[in-house]
């Protein structure tokens, strides 16, 4: 096997190139991930063109048409106030996914990197990082983020610092299992050889071969996240009325379910429903086109 | 009479296929093999030759891609192609045994061995509850396991890859099988190991007149152990002869080439490439040649003994035990422009040695001194930096894991050019295809990823990485022992080139010593953390002094010449 005929000896195609090709074949292979990409860019333009999509003003109130059921002009009905509430569900996809976005971002970087630095050095480092998320773990989740944005304040930025939070351990434990597995690679015992200091070898060797196993996992907690935002708008913490949250809203249209008006609860966590379904089915997706044993 | 006549295997027109992405991929093309009764056939090729995927359509374990196009499999008469699976499970292992490479890997790590053994006994009615125990203990002291009863309990990561590998072989051979496939049966063994194990599944299955397939890549294994012999090249059979007339007087070209690449006693390094490849004029001497490059003195490596029982003896007051010495007190030394062979089996020390060379590992005592510096003592965290560090560098043993997955050919290339050499921008270009050039990988590939490439160019990109800062003295970690024979010789000869034309030192560590022959000047033989011989390699292969050393040249197979 010296020379493999099998490889076609024209010019290389790019990195980019080859993996869009891949991505493409991936997709094409497993409807379910093209459905999941789909619902993806369906979500992303909702939160991007949120406000121009939306038939109605999501913060109009018209008390003659309060509790009105789907309709035409209402497909999702109204709400107590009156407000559209296809209107709110559309607009109210920036602030969940923007938030979802920005926690698991920064969980991604603070717990990535305290993870892989646990993995690679080792000793007392792996010590405080592994004892730091043990703490975080002992406490039930849902309960820690809600103490934390209870202490911290009711604000957006404490919604995303407490969802970070509680995802910490998830992301150092698998960048600290990858990072250790790398540690003696060759490839790694080689870079060390080539005049890499161990920072160098830290940063621009082991964690570029960690982040598609990262990505895969930011999809997968994003779901978590959305979840999270939401709940805690949902038992009064976060995000306050009248801004069109679905966490809110489904809380809002619990107390209605009762008397018959399902339409209120239902639209914004069908919406909830569907966010996370898409991201737990884009991490799936995402598992195959990041696996190298795949690719051939 | 009949028996005589019909062979217990045969295999006609074989085609197999694999479905993948880019259409359908012939890996067996109509491949004819028959194995009589009692007899050893030996398949060899290299990788990729379709000599696994050949056993494996044999016992129908393809994976799900595969199939089996055309063709006919006879087992004593019964036609195995069209066997339903239910059938097809109760000769698997009653009828045909299968060994395989990583006997480790083939073990189910949570479960004792002994257990292992009964399970198959009663999975094939051979034993009831009540004498499985025995039955196994029995069956492991047929593979020449001491202590059977109290090995039965134990787990596979207890034993040494030998005993696992005994520990395979119990049970295939367990249910007594009339055919047993071996496929690269003692590869990951030592030469030692490899040759009491072979020497066990002969002896077993004479005894018992089964047949054998053993497929291998090794041609002096296959001469030393078998009857006939099919060499298998890109899914066919190109040649299939009798053994001793194959390796006397091979037919086929491509058998003839296999037999000039395979290290032998009496060949030198140039003889192994194709009739034909001129070889290099030999550029002139280094005139700094002689000069003491590395200096070696009294180096140890400890580790503490880890464990309960060191707790144990710490609880109790006394003193722990002594810790585990995996290189106990070693000295040589390297010259300018010389060649040195570190040879030893697994476990012996030779791995640890060259790390804490190439100061990536700190000794516990003892020195190293580098072109008269005491590096020895500098810790490897800060050596990076060293001035020193871009004149000792490393060739590793594999050379898919050794390269970074994320980085292109040209890249990996770069790398230490970029972190300790002086060229930029075109510079770098011109000095990356330079390097190419001269390890013979064609320009084109250099924008490839490693798992775009053979593992023939892989190794090329490591030697251009160590080899691109000029460095005084390479480390070879066994560079070629995940190479086939062909693309070894071709590597080991570039090394030579390499190392006239550049006046680079070399050590070379390896467990075969006819490959260390060829490459070196002088050889360091190795065991259990101790120097046991040192002398020219000449002296040492034709006239070894330690007894450890003759059974180490004893034990290697080659083909009679």
């Known amino acids: ?296 | 009479m009949d028996s005589n006549t019909v062979p217990l295997l045969d295999v006609r027109d074989l085609t197999v296929e694999f479905a993948t992405r880019r259409g359908t991929v012939r890996a067996v093309k109509r491949v004819n093999l028959s194995i009589a009764r009692g007899e050893t056939l030996g398949v060899v090729g290299e990788s990729g030759s379709g000599k696994s995927v050949t056993s494996y359509a044999v016992m129908r374990i393809l994976e799900r891609t595969g199939r089996i196009a055309e063709g006919s499999i006879a087992f004593s008469g019964v036609p195995l192609r069209e066997l339903p699976e239910r059938e097809m499970r109760d000769l698997r292992g009653r009828e045909i045994s299968m060994i395989f490479q990583n006997p480790r890997a083939a073990l189910n790590p949570i479960r004792p061995v002994g257990q292992q053994i009964a399970d198959v006994l009663r999975r094939h009615g051979q034993a009831t509850r009540a004498n499985a125990r025995a039955k196994a203990i029995a069956a492991l002291e047929q593979v020449r396991i001491a202590r059977a009863a109290e090995r039965h309990d134990a787990y596979p990561f207890e034993l040494s890859g030998g005993m696992c590998q005994r520990v395979v072989i119990a049970l295939a051979l367990a249910c007594r099988p009339r055919l047993l496939i071996a496929d690269e049966p003692t590869t990951g063994l030592d030469v030692t190991t490899q040759k009491a194990v072979m020497d066990l599944v002969t002896e077993l299955t004479r005894e018992r007149g089964m047949s054998t397939l053993l497929i291998t890549h090794d041609l002096g294994l296959a001469s030393a152990y078998c009857d006939r012999v099919a060499v298998m090249q890109q899914g066919e059979v190109v040649e299939n002869a009798d053994a001793i007339a194959i390796f006397r007087a091979p037919t086929h070209a491509y058998t003839r080439r296999l037999m000039r690449a395979t290290p032998r006693p009496g060949a030198g390094l140039r003889d192994l490439l194709p009739e034909g490849a001129a070889p290099a004029p030999l550029p002139a001497p280094d005139p700094r040649a002689g000069e003491p490059l590395l200096e070696v003195e009294g180096l140890v490596k400890e580790y503490p003994r880890t464990g309960l029982g060191g707790w144990l003896a710490r609880l109790a007051g006394r003193a722990p035990e002594a810790p585990f010495r995996a290189v106990d007190g070693i000295s040589f030394r390297v010259n300018r422009g010389e060649s040195v062979g570190l040879v030893g089996e697994s476990g012996c020390g030779k791995s640890t040695t060259s790390m804490m060379l190439m100061r990536l590992l700190d000794p516990t005592a003892g020195r190293i001194r580098f072109a008269g510096q005491e590096i020895g003592a500098m810790p490897t965290r800060g050596f990076a930096a060293s001035p020193l560090r871009p004149r000792i560098q490393m060739v590793f043993q594999d050379p898919t894991d050794s390269l970074n997955p994320r980085l292109t050919a040209s890249r990996a290339i770069a790398d230490p050019i970029l972190r300790m050499g002086r060229e930029r921008g075109a510079a770098l270009q011109a000095r990356v295809e330079e390097l190419a050039d001269l390890v013979g990988l064609p320009r084109i590939l250099l924008h490839r990823f490693p798992h775009q490439l053979s593992g023939g160019q892989k190794a090329r990109i490591g030697i251009a990485r160590a080899i691109a800062l000029n460095p005084d003295l390479v480390i070879l970690d066994e560079p070629t022992a995940a190479l086939d024979v062909s693309v070894q010789a071709v590597v080991l000869n570039l090394l030579q080139d390499l190392k006239l034309r550049l006046g680079m030192s070399y050590l070379f560590v390896s467990h075969d010593l006819h490959v260390v022959r060829l490459l070196c000047d002088r050889v360091i033989v190795m065991r259990q953390g101790k120097v046991v011989e040192e002398g020219s390699s000449q002296q040492v292969l034709e006239n070894p002094r330690a007894d450890y050393t003759r059974e180490l040249i004893a034990a290697i197979p080659h083909p009679p010449v």
């Open chain 1, 1 to 296: 096997m010296a020379e493999n005929p099998a490889l076609p000896a024209a010019r290389a195609p790019s990195p980019l190139a080859a993996l869009l090709r891949h991505a493409r074949h991936v997709v094409g292979e497993n409807p379910v991930t093209a459905m999941a990409f789909g619902l993806f860019f369906l979500l992303l333009l909702c939160a991007l063109l949120g406000p121009w999509i939306a038939p109605h003003d999501p913060l109009a109130s018209d008390t003659a048409r309060a509790l009105a059921p789907p309709s035409l002009s209402n497909p999702f009905g109204t709400d107590h106030l009156g407000r559209d509430i296809l209107s709110r569900v559309i607009v109210a996809t920036r602030l969940d996914l923007g938030i979802a976005i920005c926690s698991v971002a920064l969980v991604f970087v603070l717990g990535g990197l305290a993870g892989v630095a646990a993995g690679f050095f080792g000793g007392w480092t792996d010590r405080i990082v592994g004892r730091i998320a043990d703490t975080i773990m002992a406490f039930p989740l849902f309960v820690l983020a809600m103490g934390i944005v209870a202490a911290l304040g009711n604000t957006v930025t404490n919604i995303v610092i407490a969802t970070a939070i509680v995802n910490f351990p998830l992301y150092a434990r698998i960048a600290r299992a990858e990072a250790a597995v790398r540690r003696e690679a060759g490839y790694v015992q080689a870079a060390r050889l080539t005049g890499n200091g161990e920072w160098r070898v830290l940063l621009g060797t082991i964690l570029p071969n960690i982040l598609p196993i990262m990505a895969v996992q930011m999809s997968l907690t994003m779901g978590y996240a959305i979840l999270n935002a939401a709940g805690l708008s949902f038992i009064g913490l976060g995000i306050r009325p009248p801004m069109p949250e679905w966490g809110i809203m489904v809380a809002e249209g619990a107390a209605y379910i009762v008397s018959g008006e399902w339409w209120v609860a239902l639209f914004p966590g069908l919406a909830l429903m569907l966010a996370v379904f898409t991201f737990n089915l884009l991490g799936d997706g995402l598992r195959d086109i990041v696996d190298p044993q795949r690719r051939s």
